[in-house]
Structure formats: C-alpha cells, structure tokens
C-alpha cells in the first residue's frame, strides 16, 4: 500500500509504503493531530534536547547535579497533590510489560496482569511495519478484532474485557526521530506521532469502555520536558475534544537528571500524573552517561553486581516513594528481566529472584511493580498481595522516615564489587546479541535466561566504553582494558556465537564502534535506527 492511498494533510509526508492495515490508525483526526503538534511543539522539543546537551557540558566542566535552587518552591509547598487515579489505574500491583507484536499483545493482555505496559520504546525496534502495525495491534485489541490462529495452529483469543489489564502505551522518548514522516519538510518526533496515532484512535475507544488514553513517558531528563509533555496533553484533547485531565501519564524516572526534578515532574503533570516508575536499567545507563569522564569514584563494577540494594540505587527508590506518595500519586517499581526456563534449577532460581526483588518492593511502599513475562505475573502478585491484601495500593504510606540528599543519590563509589573479564565478556556478548535481535525486528529478546531490552545494550556499551576510556584492570585476569582487548574479545565472543562469524557483522560492528570511539556517543539507537528500513 502507498501513502497515495489515504489523504495526507498539507504540509505530511510519507516517505514510504504503507504496512497492512496502516489506514486503520493513519486516520484524518490522527494525521492531523500529528501536523499540528508537530508545527505547535517542534522548536520547543529542540530547546529541551539542546538543553541537555548544554548540561552535559557543564557536568564534565565540574558542575555536579542537585536538587534545583529555583524550584525549591515547589518542593516546600505541601498542599499540592496530583489528580486521584483514573478508572483502570487504582490497583497496579502488577504491570507486565511487552512490544506490541501481535502475539505478545495477546499474551500480555491475558496473563493476569493489571496493567500492560504497551511498549513502542525501548523493547520494541523502530521498524516503519512495527511502528505502524503495534498501533493496528493495539486497535484491534481494542475492539476486540485481534484474535488469530498461528501458521503452527495455536489459538490466540483474547480474555473477556472483564478480565483484562489497562493498557499504558510508552511512545519513544524525545530524542528519538521518525524518519518515514516529514512535516513542512522536517522529520518528525518519534515522540509525537506514536502519541498522536494511539490517542486519535485506541485510546479515545478506550473512554467508551471505562478507560483512557494512559501513557508511560520515557527518558526525560528534567521537569522542563514534562511540562512539555502536559502541554501537548494540553493541545490534544483540546484538538480532539476530550475533557482535561482524561489522559495520564507515568514518568519513567530513568534519568539520573530526574531523580533531581521528581517533585517538579510531578507538579508539571498533575492533572495527567498516574505517578513515577523506578526505571532502574536505564537508570544505571543513565548515571554512566552522565557521569562518563568524571573520574575513578564513577565506574561501576560488573553490570550483576549494580543491584537495587548498593547505596546509590537504594536511596534512589526511597526517595521516588517517598515523593511519589507524598503528592498522592503511585510509585511503580522496577522491571524484573528473568523469565520461565524449561530448566528446573535455572526456573527456581528466576522465580526466587523476582520474590525476593517484588517482596523488598513491596515492603518498600510501591504499589506495583513490572515482569518482563506473563509467566512471571503471579509471583509478582503474590508479593504485592502480602502487603496490599485488599487495598489497591498502599498511597497513604508516606514513608516520612525516607530522609534522602543529592550525596546519598550521588554516592556510586561505594558500589561494592569489582570489574572483571567474565563482566567484559558478558557485556560484549549480550550487547552484541541485543543489537543483532534489534536490527532483525525483535525489540524484546530472551537472553541468558533475561528478558533484555535496549537498556541492556546501553548499558553494555557503556560499561565496555567506561573501563576502556580509565584502563581499568581487571580483578579477575589482572589485565588492563585496552582496545586490543576489546577486540579480542569481541572476535572470541562472535565466534562463540551461533552461524557463520558473517551474520554478526552489523552488529558487532556497530557494539564495536560504540564501546570503543573516542568519543562517547549519547544514544545506540540512533545510529542503529538508521540501518533500519
């Protein structure tokens, strides 16, 4: 199918074909939200983007993050809070999370789950057919059209509505371009047209049947992003002529920016805050980012070792109930990435590891928490239920013994732990294979028993490029972290692999260059994104 086929407005273009079923969701009202948000917002989303490239600068300049003076304001005024929880929204004890393939969003709306986290960011590849064809998927599902049979005869069919949990869309975050959309000759914001296409047209279906358009918002460094996300909430249900306030939105708090800015978050979304999640993969990405050429007392151990309990994640969960509460809004906690296992000692150590990990979560004061899994929800259930019994969230636990300072969110060296070949090995060989499942179209991929996602290569790479960068040695094998080490390991990985050496060139290629540049890239999917179609 063409562009030609359905009536574009002036000023979009559609650089493309068209997947099947695309003029479901490519609808007058969709395409025309996209054009105006686009004209209305698009210079402000480039200040907020520059704004972060200036504050890197000042971070490796010496400027070290803390809570802001000019919004100290906000923070003492205890009489605000943000709107009470949307129908749907009150009991989230559990969210599964997923991309939006046909076949997980059938499994994920019938595991069991409360919330489905529909995911068109970082578990799913930017490719033109699944940017287009989550939203069908997410459409049909909607209305109920979605069920099918596989090539193998399996039945996917969904659950009665009754049965079936609130669906949360997370578009791409603001740095992300969609490159197969032009408006007025510019490319438009990945941001902007996977909200626009699932609130023009699923998510106003989702009011007639007791829900509402409900986002996760990823990514954002600062409350100065929020804000523009409430004024594009603003903006559209204006356009559209729903009522304020219907839609609402999740702030991932995967940003070490953020962890600074939680309250001004909140305050900017009140009237559209369904509250903050404990983003924690991105979160560990984020602090290397951010802290990239600072010195010794940054550089984190093995990636298995940087866990919810080190000090630094510690106060960076107390701090988000704590503030999440305080305001009225729900705290959600962090993805669990283990997944069943056909063995039965690796599948005992998984659900171990997600009781334990949802129990201290729980016990913590969040409302609810991610799998990555259907096969993980109720054991994710069964913890929260302990604690929540009845009640559907635990809001009026104002944890006011949290007493947590910029020190406390910035005190990374006293992460326990050390760097070691196996960590180096493990970083190349799953970020290779993550990149190599992402370039395929598979945004969600089960590796060593995890189920991994884009933070997994970020953070792989990042790791790889920050103990290059210091020379780090390595406690195991007392070997310095150079580039020829890097490369070498890099090719006995590859081979280790699966097929020919050949079939890995993109990929490895692309890992290669990001961990081992002079010059530290913010971002792996965007030059991945341009070897997509």
């Known amino acids: 199918m063409t562009a030609s086929t359905i009536e574009l407005p002036e000023g979009l273009e559609i650089t493309t074909d068209l997947p099947e079923g695309a003029e479901k969701v490519l609808t007058p009202d969709a395409l ?16 907020r983007l520059a704004a972060r490239v200036e504050r890197q600068a000042r971070l490796d300049a010496g400027e070290e993050l803390d809570f802001l003076e000019e919004t100290r304001a906000v923070r003492e005024d205890d009489s605000w809070q943000v709107a009470a929880p949307a129908p749907g929204l009150e009991d989230r004890r559990v969210e599964v999370t997923g991309p939006t393939y046909q076949k997980m969003t059938v499994n994920a709306l019938n595991s069991g789950a409360k919330v489905w986290l529909a995911d068109q960011e970082d578990a799913n590849t930017p490719a033109w057919d699944s940017v287009i064809g989550g939203q069908v998927n997410l459409l049909d599902a909607t209305r109920r059209e979605i069920d099918f049979v596989s090539e193998q005869g399996k039945e996917y069919k969904l659950r009665p509505d009754e049965e079936l949990p609130t669906i949360v869309v997370r578009p791409r975050g603001w ?102 999640n404990a983003g924690r993969w991105d979160y560990i990405f984020s602090v290397i980012k951010t802290h990239r050429s600072k010195g010794e007392d940054w550089i984190l151990p093995d990636r298995g070792l940087v866990t919810m309990t080190v000090p630094f994640m510690r ?82 636990k104002k944890r006011e013994d949290v007493a947590v300072t910029a020190a406390d969110l910035l005190n990374v060296k006293d992460t326990p732990g050390d760097v070691t070949e196996a960590g180096l090995r493990a970083n190349i060989a799953v970020g290779i294979q993550y990149v190599q499942a992402w370039l395929n179209g598979n945004g969600a991929a089960a590796i060593n028993g995890l189920m991994e996602d884009a933070a997994t290569a970020e953070i792989s790479r990042s790791q790889v490029w920050q103990w290059l960068h210091f020379g780090v040695t390595l406690a195991d094998s007392g070997e310095k972290v150079t580039k020829e080490l890097v490369d070498r390991l890099i090719a006995e990985e590859v081979a280790n692999l699966p097929g020919a050496e050949s079939d890995w060139k993109t990929s490895r290629d692309l890992f290669a260059t990001m961990a081992t540049q002079e010059d530290y890239a913010d971002f792996l999917t965007i030059p991945a994104y341009e070897l997509l179609g």
Request: charged content about 25%.
């Open 32 to 47: 025309s939200l996209i054009v105006s948000l686009h004209r209305k917002f698009a210079a402000t989303r480039k200040e």
């Open 175 to 276: 740095h992300l371009e969609e490159k197969h959309m032009k408006i007025d000759g510019q490319i438009a914001s990945g941001s902007l047209v996977d909200f626009a296409l699932y609130f023009a047209t699923a998510g106003r279906e989702q009011i007639a049947k007791g829900r509402g358009p409900y986002f996760y918002i990823p990514k954002m460094e600062s409350h100065l992003e929020a804000r523009l996300w409430n004024d594009v909430f603003v903006h559209a249900q204006d356009a559209l002529g729903v009522p304020q306030g219907t839609i609402r939105a999740t702030c991932l708090i995967e940003t070490y920016p953020a962890v600074f800015e939680m309250e001004e978050i909140l305050y900017e979304l009140r009237d559209h805050s369904a509250g903050l």
């Open 315 to 396: 106060a960076y969960t107390e701090l988000l109930v704590r503030t999440c509460h305080k305001r009225g809004a729900h705290a959600i906690g962090g993805m669990s990435a283990f997944i069943p296992s056909r063995d039965e000692e690796a599948n005992k150590k998984a659900f171990d590891q997600v009781e334990k990990d949802k129990s201290r979560e729980a016990g913590d004061g969040f409302d609810g928490s991610w799998v990555a899994h259907p096969g993980m929800v109720e054991a994710c259930r069964e913890q929260f239920n302990k604690v929540l019994g009845d009640n559907p969230n635990q809001i009026s």
